[in-house]
């Protein structure tokens, strides 16, 4: 590397020389831009850069070390949290089914031979880790045992960062190409059936443009439009550029609000494009059939708006940058005032938002105030409810003193009612809390009153969604909740805004390419291709499989070496590996244009910006798409540019004439045009009436309503035995003291034992629980099979899954209670079955409620219909009938289901799995329905009604993990944890 260095300064020295004194200072200015005109001088800046990369790969490389072991240890950390959740990531499906079929050539073959045509779709978007699952599932030892089938369109190749490669669809094609014509071969099919011949031409004339013409292969028109012209005036294809330079002038006047982050000219733009989509509109072609299409959302909000001027009613279909809404990040910020308001950052946060709204002076005036403490003290030391209090320094009551009357009496119901929801929160859960939060500081009002409230509250309402989801994964952990949110918003805010529109609504869609891949729309606006091809912050390593093949499995690595107070430098290959990546994604950006003008059917607009007076000259690497598709089309200043007809199809007995394409310039001169509700008028002449505010009234308080309207049949068994500990549970959200206990009571083994153990013995309950849990599995999956016998690896992998050991004997108990079953008469009797469901779902109205669950199995007979439940019990010297009396409201719940599902005769079997052969047998018939709804309806009229007794039987088995046990039931502990429940116990004080 040094000789190459010392030989390129050589050369460049000698080249230099012979140049005149104007053209060396030429030669530097233009070295210093990275525009090399001369090769010597290239050559010898490349071989100056490789010389200092292995100046500081010899000194420093080898402090990477330390990075292998952290990526190690990041796999085996990450291998051991999937394991503990059991779960897989999509790279392990692909990988797990690869290693499957390698290893064992049986399996491979059957699934051989079970398909006789192997179809891959899409296929530029697969991988070399796809295509090996595709190789093994049609050849064996290099033999083709199937059809394969492949389909794919390297021009439509858009997900790299999902990791597809290119590569393959085009290695797989010449491999094709290449082999002898009979069994294999490639056909091309270029027939268009969407799009209207004036877009094709101009897809295929910017196409041969971008991508060369000995790559591209034209499309063709598919089929004779319908129509001579779509709908609304003007050309089928437009272009509207915007020139960027000149709109900070201060001339110049977009009116832009003062939130706006767009650049003038994108906001220019997203005018002009909102412009002509409202005057195709008035011209007949209607806005739902329209769509916006972009790159990505960073600048949505722009687009959104311009469009919500001129009255076309975006939807923005599944918008990104989710986290960064205000809303959004208002009430995180008051979840962690909540959780600790000693965050500073967080109470600052919350009081300069709607929830406090006090002036900035205030809260500089408090920060002065708290001095070295946290604005917390202060605020509570001034403003809390024993405030101001005494020992407060007199420089922070002067301070104090300058905050306006109306900001001390905000702060001070501020500080009220967030030490009331300080004191609610471990009571509530998560999205109650939100829900709790937004209400008590007035926030909700506040957002609908604003412009766009709706949208606003619907982000608002969509935290409370992913809060409420993250509960039933993790459990009410607000600390947690907040993690994982920053989490999210670190991965590149890939979070969807919440939809207020439903999909049908008459207004135009915006969509990002990737979104609208493979749908079609009449009209299609491919905006912002103005933005720059920026490639964003450099990764730190760079990793690509090395193509030799005697150096089969290796990898070229770049990394960016990084020293402390020193600019970060590549070394080892990081300048190659970086090289290649540029020119790969130019490509797949020039893809991503063609893949969003060919969604077009009807009419093609296509929007940006860029400077009019560098067209003509090559764009460079990291330019945006609007000089390349300008320079393609020949065009700087014209108000329509020609392009040449598209071919018919094969087999399609028509010509076409060739298309003119409208081009529409704007620039700084037509900022006052392009102000909403300003066309083609001075803004002087605008009506400069304020528009009132809207009068705002209080909120009609919510309809009466029960507080539960879903219920599973555990918890109606429960709210019979006790519908005070329903209510802890059900309504008030109360998890029961034992985790165990807990997860048991939404199960089917929900019903709490005759006799509950002593203190010691509880995680032996939990392991019976948990055995249960197990041996259901192992029988659902043994119907699904035809009743082949369980596994022991199996069920040793599904105890460990529980907590359990999963050791010899816990596997043989487990195995032990499937075998008895699978031996039964019960079972045998299935053979004869029409129709088996393991783990039936059910869902029926029963009065106001909605009553939902599982049935273990259904099986339909040739008389009557058969309903089984397993119960995992340990019986003892007890019989199965007198376990029953638990069970009782299960069962007609079960009973009522099917009978309400056949209409015909039931029978419900319970069998407890110690003895399966003595099921314990009740049958009904279409005449118990009345009697059974009934009997239900007792219950179901006192949930509805919000009648929830205390029980007047209460004992150990019903109240020991109870969560109003101990501080909120009326029954003292000698009745709640007595053996049995004895003589009935009054339930009012």
């Keep these: 590397a040094g000789e ?342 967080a109470l600052l946060s919350v009081l300069s938002s709607p929830c406090a709204s006090v002036r900035p002076d205030t809260l500089w005036l408090l920060r002065r105030a708290a001095g070295g403490r946290s604005i917390w003290a202060a605020l509570t030391g001034f403003f809390g409810p024993d405030g101001p209090r005494e020992d407060e320094q007199p420089d922070a009551r002067d301070w104090i003193s300058h905050v306006p009357t109306d900001d001390a009496e905000a702060l001070r119901d501020f500080v009220a009612v967030l030490l009331g929801l300080r004191t609610e929160a471990p009571a509530l859960s998560l999205d109650a809390l939100i829900d709790a939060a937004i209400t008590a500081t007035g926030y909700d009002l506040a957002m609908l009153a604003k412009p766009g409230g709706r949208r606003r509250m619907a982000n608002v309402r969509k935290l409370m969604r992913l809060a409420r989801d993250f509960e039933s994964a993790e459990g009410p952990d607000l600390r947690g909740f907040l993690e994982w949110v920053e989490q999210e918003e670190d991965l590149r805010d890939r979070e969807g805004e919440a939809a207020l529109h439903a999909e049908g609504h008459d207004g135009v869609r915006v969509m990002t390419v990737h979104g609208a891949k493979g749908l079609e729309f009449p009209l299609v606006a491919v905006a912002d291709l103005g933005r720059m091809r920026a490639f964003g912050f450099p990764p730190v390593m760079r990793l690509d499989p090395v193509e030799e093949e005697d150096d089969a499995g290796a990898m070229r690595v770049g990394l960016r070496l990084a020293r402390l107070g020193r600019k970060r430098k590549p070394i080892y290959d990081y300048h190659r590996l970086e090289e290649e990546a540029r020119v790969l994604d130019a490509e797949e950006e020039r893809r991503i244009f063609h893949v969003a003008a060919t969604r077009a059917e009807q009419r093609l607009v296509v929007s940006g910006a860029c400077r009019v007076d560098k067209l003509g000259e090559q764009p460079s690497s990291t330019a945006s798409l609007m000089p390349w598709v300008l320079n393609a089309l020949g065009a700087s200043d014209a108000s329509s540019v020609e392009v040449g007809a598209p071919q018919a199809r094969p087999g399609l007995d028509a010509s076409f004439a060739p298309a003119t394409v409208g081009l529409r310039w704007f620039g700084p001169d037509d900022a006052r045009t392009l102000v909403p509700g300003v066309l083609g008028t001075d803004v002087d002449e605008v009506d400069p009436t304020p528009i009132p505010d809207v009068e705002l009234h209080p909120l009609e308080p919510p309809p009466a309503g029960a507080a539960v309207t879903h219920v599973s049949y555990s918890a109606l068994s429960q709210y019979a035995r006790c519908g005070y500990r329903f209510y802890a549970e059900r309504v008030l959200g109360l998890r029961p003291a034992r985790p165990g206990a807990a997860a048991a009571l939404e199960g089917e083994e929900s019903e709490a034992p005759d006799e509950w153990p002593s203190e010691e013995e509880l995680d032996t309950l939990e392991h019976r629980f948990a055995r249960g849990r197990v041996v259901h599995e192992l029988l659902e999956a043994s119907a699904r099979a035809g009743w082949v016998a369980a596994e022991a690896d199996r069920a040793a992998a599904l105890l460990r899954r529980e907590g359990m050991s999963g050791g010899p004997a816990e596997v043989a108990r487990a195995l032990e209670l499937v075998e008895g079953f699978r031996g039964s008469a019960l079972r045998a009797e299935l053979a004869s079955a029409a129709h088996l469901a393991p783990e039936a779902p059910f869902a029926f109205r029963l009065g106001g409620l909605v009553v939902r669950g599982e049935i273990d199995l259904l099986a339909e007979l040739d008389e009557e219909v058969l309903v089984i439940d397993y119960k995992s019990d340990r019986l003892g010297a007890t019989a199965p009938e007198a376990k029953m009396a638990s069970y009782d409201v299960q069962r007609r719940i079960y009973a009522l289901a099917a009978l309400r599902r056949f209409g015909r005769a039931v029978r419900v079997a319970y069998v407890f799995l110690e003895r399966p052969g003595e099921p314990v047998v009740e049958r009904y018939g279409p005449e118990d329905v009345e009697a059974i709804e009934a009997s239900l309806a007792e219950h179901t009229r006192g949930i509805e009604a919000g009648e929830f007794a205390v029980t007047a039987a209460p004992h150990r088995a019903l109240c020991f993990d109870c969560p109003a046990r101990e501080r909120l039931c009326i029954h003292g502990p000698e009745e709640t944890m007595r053996d049995a429940p004895g003589a009935p116990v009054a339930s009012t004080p």
């Design 4 to 345: 190459a260095a010392r030989e390129g300064m050589s050369a460049a020295l000698t080249v230099t020389a012979e140049a005149s004194e104007a053209e060396a200072g030429g030669l530097w200015v233009r070295t210093t831009a990275q525009d090399y005109r001369i090769p010597e001088m290239e050559r010898w800046k490349l071989a100056c850069r490789d010389f200092e990369s292995r100046v500081l790969e010899r000194d420093f490389g080898s402090q990477y070390e330390y990075l292998r072991e952290l990526l190690v240890i990041y796999r085996e950390e990450y291998a051991e949290l999937k394991r503990s959740r059991s779960a897989l990531d999509f790279e392990d499906l692909e990988t797990s089914t690869r290693d499957l079929l390698a290893a064992r050539p049986d399996l491979r073959r059957r699934y051989q031979h079970r398909f006789a045509h192997v179809m891959v779709d899409e296929f530029q978007d697969t991988n070399e880790l796809q295509l090996s699952i595709v190789r093994y599932l049609h050849l064996e030892d290099g033999v083709p045992q199937n059809r394969l089938f492949t389909v794919g369109d390297e021009f439509q190749s858009i997900y790299s960062f999902r990791h597809a490669d290119l590569a393959v669809f085009r290695g797989v094609r010449r491999a094709l190409e290449d082999e002898p014509e009979g069994e294999s071969g490639v056909r091309r099919l270029s027939g268009n059936f969407r799009s209207r011949p004036e877009v094709l031409a101009f897809v295929n004339h910017v196409g041969r443009e971008l991508f060369g013409e000995a790559s591209y292969e034209p499309l063709t028109v598919g089929s004779v439009p319908e129509e001579a012209a779509p709908r609304g005036e003007g050309p089928v294809v437009e272009l509207l550029n915007v020139e960027t330079r000149g709109w900070k002038d201060e001339n110049v006047d977009l009116e832009l609000s003062r939130d706006e982050q767009s650049q003038p000219w994108r906001v220019a733009e997203a005018r002009a494009l909102a412009r002509r989509l409202r005057e195709l509109h008035e011209s007949g072609f209607p806005r739902a059939e329209m769509v916006v299409l972009l790159r990505s959302f960073t600048h949505v909000e722009a687009y959104e708006r311009a469009l919500e001027a001129e009255g076309l009613r975006p939807y923005v279909v599944g918008g990104r940058g989710y986290w960064g809404h205000q809303p959004v990040a208002d009430t995180r910020f008051l979840l962690r005032t909540i959780l600790n308001p000693l965050d500073d950052l």
